[in-house]
């Protein structure tokens, strides 16, 4: 063997042979030397490969014409032996004479074939005509990478389903398929993140994979599907020269980036002792076996526990069932095969990657026996509690517990009986219809719908209606949702008061008695009640009316509304628009959307089942603006226009409704939020607010036993005297109404009834002096900002939402006469709005016109650059009622005099010195009268608006009337005489 000459005697008498059986046995002489003395083809590489390829040609030449030679001997050889043989002469070499049938009679094209020729020659073909059965090499050297990232691809297992989108790679899978050459290696990656499948370098993999044969190919275009078939496991460098490993590339022209391909080497097979029973091959070689004695019964053990824990864990679930059954083998039984065994049982486990990559490089099959036998443990563990988190179904399970099979069994079960109890229920009916016990559903429905109509008046517009709604229903199925929207409007048609009325009560002493019983003062609403009931009592009929009671806040128009109520013998509705800004609230939806209904108009007749009840619309004054959903505003035109609401049609019923009968009472806060056009279609009523006599009653007879009642405290145990009421009211609560003042009567209640229950008293008595312990310290110290007003500071009067109220007007200059410009100027400040501002403008203009006539000498405010200032600068002030005390203010700065102390004023004034009337007379004299001012003066227009204040409210006032601003000036400075020009 040290004579390198000895090797071409061999090759020579393969190439001398000219028979077959020549052949042979020069060949077998020639494989037994190279695997009896491997040691003799180190270091001669290249000698070696030179003898491969004259082997190569002899094959060639000698075996095209026996093929099952080249199946048995020579193909052991080249897959032994030519791993790195040139890929491209061999396969043109064996395209050129090698094809037919393999040992097992099938089709076969070894490295491409005929096939595979055939595919490179026109590359158009379809690729999957190259997916043919072949018979799988035992080698082949250059092969592309795919890459996995989660799950190892282990040999002799099931098809495996894999997507690539790389265009590189997906081209050269295709050339591949097409040269007959479907073979890939399937390595793990070490990142399970890393999503790229082109590598560029193998430390990014696994050394260890498998070599695998696409089966199927689905070619998408952009992306590319495949079936993949595990093989073997194979290395990706030559055994033994770790080095040499090298990257190939892919030359495509439309690659942008290299391909690696690498080169692989099959792993040698797991050795492992067996017995006579457990046949098996050791290495590559299938010929000269021989049978050893050596028995291990720890590996039967293990094997044998193995599939045991198989066997568990396939019971338990059904999927693991069916992944064995498709990999079981037919032609061998898996005891004995443990390599596949292990293979099997590692790939039916949930292990982590690195874990099953572990098992894939494992060589020594006890450890790797003993490394599946611990994840197949791991697994039934797995699959018990999976099991039993399955067969819980207590309610609600916390965290990761999932209710499964007995929740499954409950939900069946109880559908079961749902589903029993309906048949039963249908077969009962079904009875008694035969007997004539129960009609069908229908049919009580309309019979029900009848019952009703015979008790109302139903008009012939609504009676034609429901007399078609109902011939419809009768057409329709109970299980439709036409038939539930049907049966709700007969629902609706036939639950309404169609001629129903309350008995109205035209008994003027009774009502009279039940409004004064709830309600003190209020005249002008209760006589406006009285002339309703007289004017019904004389029509013998009854009617309706629409009013609007506006004022402000917390004098009892809501609260009266029910008392008129009550007092009429009418039922009561209320509901409020303040905010409304969908016309369906009133107008109702219609019938076409799920869950529409009527509005609230129906909606009211419906509750209190009467054509004539008392419906108070609240807050109208608060009632939102247009939208996309329309204007509630114009919707209430109809309603409260008594000329239409005799007809007032909803959407939801679709039938004319009449309403002339319904008494609308409205309540408002301000009026000029009110449209003109909705202002014009009720009857307005003013609610002045209270003044301190009126509160004082209020409280007295009304209040304190209104609220002892509520804490259950009984009279004489907590009493409250005069004085302390009094106090309580001026310094606490000072507003129009009196809802603060019933807030802070129940907090002296309260604190009085726990201190009776705690034991610190048996009787408390409230007075001035210990009042503060009840409600703290006093909100309002004093009555005004100004005891004294110095010049150019007055008082008036203003009328708001919230009631009347005093507030003074502050006039002074920004610089000195001396290094004043000559021309004067004007600053305006304190929260004013548009309309006073410009009253200020008329009051500077007619104050420098009545200052140079009558006072020409003074020529102060040419000059004089002024700054005006409204105290309490945070509230807005709007309204031309301030007009003569700016006109006051301004000459009182300028004759350097003070105006006569306690007088307040109002009315607006124009160029020309005339002073107009102004509203809100009643608020403004009662917070002059809180002020404790002792005189007033009001415009000539409003004389009559002050006699008719009641006379506890005039009482005490010193009252002037003024139609143009020289009487007010003589009232204001009555020392001062005028000068005219024309004396």
Not at 28 to 47: C, D, T
Not at 259 to 280: A, D, H, Q, R, S
Not at 680 to 701: F, H, P
């Amino acid at each position: 063997l040290n004579n390198t000459k000895l090797l071409f005697i061999f090759i020579v008498q393969l190439l001398i042979s000219s028979t077959s059986l020549q052949f042979i046995m020069a060949w077998r002489l020639l494989r037994g030397v190279l695997i009896a003395a491997p040691e003799f083809v180190v270091g001669k590489a290249e000698l070696l490969g030179q003898a491969r390829k004259f082997a190569t040609v002899c094959a060639v030449l000698h075996c095209s014409s026996n093929r099952k030679l080249w199946n048995t001997d020579f193909g052991s050889f080249r897959n032994n032996w030519c791993i790195s043989f040139d890929s491209h002469f061999w396969g043109k070499a064996c395209c050129a004479s090698f094809s037919g049938s393999g040992e097992n009679g099938s089709n076969y094209s070894t490295l491409g074939g005929e096939a595979s020729s055939q595919a490179a020659k026109n590359e158009h073909d379809d690729p999957a005509a190259a997916l043919a059965p072949v018979v799988v090499p035992n080698v082949f050297p250059v092969v592309p990478l795919l890459l996995v990232g989660r799950r190892p691809v282990f040999p002799k297992t099931t098809l495996t389903i894999m997507h690539i989108i790389n265009p590189s790679l997906i081209h050269l899978i295709r050339r591949k398929v097409k040269l007959g050459q479907p073979y890939a290696g399937v390595f793990l990656k070490k990142d399970e993140n890393n999503e790229k499948e082109v590598i560029e370098s193998l430390n990014e993999i696994y050394n260890v994979g498998t070599f695998v044969q696409i089966r199927e190919m689905q070619d998408f275009g952009d992306r590319l599907g495949m079936v993949l078939e595990g093989h073997r496991q194979e290395h990706d460098s030559i055994l033994g020269e770790p080095d040499v490993a090298k990257f190939e590339t892919d030359d495509s022209k439309n690659d942008k980036k290299p391909i690696l391909l690498v080169e692989t080497e099959n792993l040698p097979e797991l050795k492992y002792e067996y017995t006579e029973e457990l046949k098996v091959s050791i290495g590559y070689e299938v010929m000269e076996m021989s049978l050893c004695q050596v028995i291990l019964f720890s590996f039967q053990a293990m094997t044998q526990e193995i599939l045991k824990t198989v066997r568990d864990i396939a019971a338990i679930n059904p999927l693991i069932r069916e992944t064995i059954m498709q990999n079981l083998p037919t032609t061998q039984r898996v005891v004995d095969n443990p390599v596949f065994l292990s293979d099997l049982g590692c790939m039916l486990t949930s292990a982590k990657a690195e874990e099953m990559q572990n098992v894939l490089e494992e060589m020594n099959i006890k450890s790797r026996l003993m490394m599946v036998l611990g994840l197949l443990k791991k697994e039934l563990e797995i699959s018990k509690l999976q099991a039993k988190i399955g067969k819980m179904v207590c309610g609600f399970v916390v965290a990761v517990v999932f209710v499964e099979c007995r929740i499954d069994f409950q939900v069946e079960d109880k559908v079961k009986q749902q589903h029993k109890k309906h048949l039963l229920y249908e077969q009962l009916k079904a009875i008694k219809k035969e007997l004539g016990v129960e009609k069908e559903d229908k049919d009580a429905l309309v019979e029900k719908f009848q019952e009703r109509l015979k008790e109302l008046n139903v008009p012939a517009h609504v009676k034609e209606v429901i007399d078609e709604e109902l011939q419809k229903l009768s057409f329709l199925d109970p299980h439709s949702s036409e038939f539930n929207v049907s049966r709700n409007y007969l629902d609706w048609l036939t639950k309404m008061p169609w001629g129903r009325q309350t008995e109205e009560n035209f008994d003027l002493s009774r009502a009279k008695t039940v409004l004064d019983n709830d309600h003190y003062g209020m005249d002008d609403v209760k006589e406006r009640i009285f002339e309703f009931i007289a004017v019904s009592k004389m029509k013998g009929s009854v009617q309706g009316k629409i009013i609007c009671l506006h004022g402000p806040p917390g004098v009892g128009k809501t609260s009266i509304a029910r008392s008129i109520a009550t007092a009429l013998n009418r039922e009561y509705f209320r509901f409020s628009v303040g905010g409304m800004t969908d016309v369906a609230e009133i107008k109702g939806h219609r019938r076409t959307y799920v869950g529409s209904m009527p509005g609230k108009i129906i909606q009211c007749l419906k509750k209190v089942m009467s054509e004539n009840p008392l419906i108070l619309i609240d807050e109208i004054d608060k009632i939102g603006h247009a939208s996309y959903h329309g204007d509630p505003t114009s919707a209430l035109l109809e309603l409260l226009d008594p000329q239409q609401n005799c007809n007032f049609l909803d959407h939801y019923l679709d039938v004319a409704v009449d309403l002339s009968k319904v008494l609308f009472i409205c309540t408002a806060n301000v009026i000029n939020t009110i449209p003109e056009p909705l202002r014009d279609r009720m009857e307005m009523i003013e609610v002045s607010g209270y003044v301190a006599e009126e509160k004082l009653n209020i409280a007295k007879k009304y209040l304190i036993p209104q609220t002892m009642a509520e804490c259950g405290i009984k009279d004489g145990i907590i009493s409250i005297e005069n004085n302390s009421l009094e106090l309580l009211i001026k310094q606490y609560c000072r507003e129009s109404g009196v809802r603060n003042l019933r807030k802070q009567i129940e907090k002296i209640l309260r604190k009085g009834a726990y201190k009776l229950t705690s034991g610190q008293a048996e009787r408390l008595v409230i007075t001035t002096e210990n009042l503060h312990e009840y409600v703290g310290k006093p909100i309002f110290i004093h009555d005004r900002l100004y005891d004294f007003t110095p010049p150019g500071v007055v008082m008036g009067m203003a009328w708001t939402g919230m009631g009347g109220s005093t507030f003074f007007i502050e006039t002074t200059t920004r610089k000195s006469r001396e290094s004043a410009d000559k021309e004067g100027s004007m600053v305006i400040t304190g929260h004013l709005g548009d309309v006073m501002k410009e009253s200020v403008l008329i009051a500077h203009t007619f104050a420098k016109q009545f200052v140079s006539k009558h006072f020409p000498d003074n020529r102060f405010l040419e000059s004089a650059q002024l700054h005006i200032h409204v105290p309490q600068g945070g509230v807005p002030k709007d309204g031309p009622s301030a007009g003569c005390t700016l006109v006051s203010s301004i000459i009182s700065l300028a004759l350097g005099k003070s105006v006569r102390q306690n007088i307040a004023m109002t009315g607006e004034i124009s160029l020309t010195g005339k002073i107009l009337p102004v509203g809100g007379i009643k608020e403004k004299v009662i917070a002059a009268r809180r002020a404790e001012v002792t005189g007033i003066v009001l415009p000539e227009g409003n004389r009559n608006d002050f006699f008719d204040l009641p006379k506890f409210i005039a009482n005490g006032l010193e009252v002037h009337f003024v139609d143009h601003y020289s009487d007010l000036f003589k009232i204001l400075f009555p020392s001062m005489e005028i000068f005219n020009q024309s004396d």
